[in-house]
């Protein structure tokens, strides 16, 4: 499949799970597909790059260690996605990444996830942080930043800072979990 073709194929790609999880699976079994769904997932400025970044995001639900080759495109270009519903997938990602890495089950993520890309994870997700986003990926980006923080002595006083200071004006949702990082920072 061209990239063409699979940019056509994601037209038909809707917030139904059935529908990502199907071409999630397209793309677990096509690996090659993978550079194409991040070239289209980071044309930023095309609605399609939604839909890409869904069945991403599924596609690292199903089976993570399929990133792996790509992690150096993925983390070096996720800054470039701005539009609401593809945020939140790559915030998604970023914490899949992570939990990964912290897990006490061995997998292959652990020695994949080299500095640089946590750097760059660490970045977009203070931003998310700062920036007007919805609350999936601020929630999101605090477990992240919460779990980098445990080995970057800097990360959790600057959550702590951020957290304190838009707790009053973020939603409830942002608040619950707010709540709950702050807590577990603080044992």
Known sequence: ???????????????????????????????????????????????????????????????????????????????????????????????????????????NIQTALKPIHKERIVEVCFDYMINDEKIAPKAYSMNTLFLLGRDIDWIHPELVMILERDFQIQSSGFKARAKHILKKIKK
């Not at 990502?20 to 550079?35: G, K, M, Q």
Request: with cysteine; net charge negative.
């Open 1 to 107: 499949m061209t990239k063409d073709q699979l940019y056509n194929e994601l037209n038909y790609v809707n917030h139904s799970r059935e529908k990502r999880l199907h071409y999630a699976n397209l793309v677990i079994n096509n690996p090659d597909l993978i550079p194409e769904l991040l070239e289209i997932l980071f044309m930023a400025d095309d609605k399609i790059s939604c839909r890409a970044a869904w069945v991403f995001e599924f596609m690292c639900g199903e089976k993570l260690e399929a990133i792996i080759p790509y992690l150096d495109d993925f983390t070096l270009n996720m800054h470039k996605v701005y539009l609401d519903s593809a945020v939140r997938p790559v915030a998604k990602v970023c914490e899949y990444l992570v939990k990964a890495y912290y897990s006490k089950e061995k997998n």
